[in-house]
């Protein structure tokens, strides 16, 4: 009987963490994980996530890392899930061979809406595609 309930409360617990939310969208370091691209039709894994990240502040703003440049900039959202980002200024060091510094920012400037999930965050990027992050 023990056993039982043991497993039991094991599996109601594996559950609620599913169903609960990769964390809050402010305050947190989201690392650009992959993105898929609607035309042409692809789908890309980020190898070096740390080196891509955004931080959503609770005033609007973010700071960002793409590679090796610091990127600021604001966000907004309404109607729900819909979302605005709007970078600003930026380093521009060249990064070197294989960054994908450009592409992450310009990702995130097409942004139209997000979802938060167990498995992080997505950004759409309205027809384009999505950018997938995790924390």
């Known amino acids: 009987m023990t056993r039982v309930l043991v497993l039991t409360l094991a599996f109601a617990t594996l559950l609620i963490g599913c169903a609960t939310p990769a964390g809050s969208l402010t305050n947190t370091t989201w ?59 930026s380093t521009l060091a060249a990064c070197g061979p294989g960054s994908l510094g450009s592409q992450f920012v310009a990702g995130l400037t097409q942004a139209t809406n997000y979802v938060l999930d167990a498995n992080g965050m997505t950004l759409t990027l309205g027809t384009a595609g999505t950018m997938t992050f995790h924390q």
Not at 52 to 73: E, L, R
């Open 31 to 89: 690392k650009w994980s992959g993105s898929t691209t609607t035309s042409p039709a692809s789908q890309t894994a980020v190898p070096n996530p740390d080196n891509y990240t955004i931080n959503f502040k609770p005033n609007n703003t973010f700071d960002a890392k793409a590679d090796c440049n610091q990127v600021s900039g604001s966000w907004s959202t309404d109607n729900g899930n819909s979302m605005t980002i709007k970078p600003g200024p």
